[in-house]
């Protein structure tokens, strides 16, 4: 069965702290990716990364920075934590849906962490 | 403006009702749509999958999409109290690298 693991479901940290996210697959995926979900703001991606090493920016990366040092392990690192980046974080991975030409990856999301800063 | 729209809700049905659940979008390019579950206190998982335009069914969901008008729907027929979640539409143009997720909507479904 696919498993995506997260190291905390809950976490509290002061303002000014480093902050670490751990996020565990054991389905052999390539792709990993870190989310924060917000009430009516839907699920934003962070970073992803599609191979050991090698991250992407995706769309709100600022604050944040990524590991991806062996293949089922992505970290998440809050550099100095802010209230704003008070959320629930979601990691994911992926593998591909369907045949040629109508393949996509689907993304197996862990159970989140909710993260406050205060 | 937002590259997609979902409706937040709460959305609530009594036991048995056909729910519509919709999202609408601006990008064109978007080829691979997607329903999310979420329960609360867990993480999104995948319902349903749908390339392109048409219907897919399984069991008591449809998905639908209708790309000349950017309109995608999932219905849910015989609603069941372990329906009540929060419906996440996705969508993505290739690669699944950038999927672009909506906002969510609650649905309860009253016993």
């Known amino acids: 069965d696919v498993k995506v693991t997260q190291s905390s479901r809950y976490l509290v940290k002061r303002t000014g702290e480093k902050v670490f996210l751990e996020c565990v697959q054991d389905?052999?995926?390539?792709?990993m990716f870190w989310y924060r979900q917000d009430p009516g703001l839907g699920l934003r991606l962070i970073y992803f990364s599609y191979d050991v090493k090698m991250k992407e920016k995706g769309d709100i990366p600022e604050g944040y920075s990524v590991s991806r040092e062996k293949k089922e392990r992505f970290s998440l690192i809050l550099e100095s934590a802010s209230t704003n980046q008070t959320s629930m974080y979601l990691c994911?991975?992926?593998?591909?849906?369907?045949?040629?030409?109508?393949?996509?990856?689907?993304?197996?999301f862990g159970p989140g962490t909710r993260l406050t800063v205060l | 403006q937002k590259e997609v729209e979902q409706d937040p809700g709460p959305l609530s049905v009594p036991e048995g009702a056909i729910v519509s659940l919709n999202c609408t979008y601006s990008?064109?390019?978007?080829?691979?749509f997607m329903w999310y579950r979420q329960y609360s206190r867990k993480g999104p998982e995948l319902l349903m999958y749908?390339?392109?335009?048409g219907n897919k069914e399984d069991g008591r969901f449809t998905a639908q999409v209708d790309k000349s008008s950017k309109y995608i729907s999932l219905f849910i027929r015989d609603s069941q109290p372990s329906d009540s979640a929060t419906y996440l539409c996705?969508?993505?143009?290739?690669?699944?690298?950038?999927?672009?997720f909506g906002a969510g909507t609650r649905l309860f479904v009253k016993a």
């Open positions: 389905m052999d995926h390539e792709n």
């Open positions: 990008n064109s390019a978007f080829q691979y």
């Open positions: 996705a969508m993505d143009e290739t690669g699944g690298f950038k999927t672009i």
């Open positions: 749908t390339y392109s335009s």
């Open positions: 994911a991975s992926s593998s591909e849906l369907g045949t040629s030409g109508e393949s996509t990856d689907t993304q197996y």
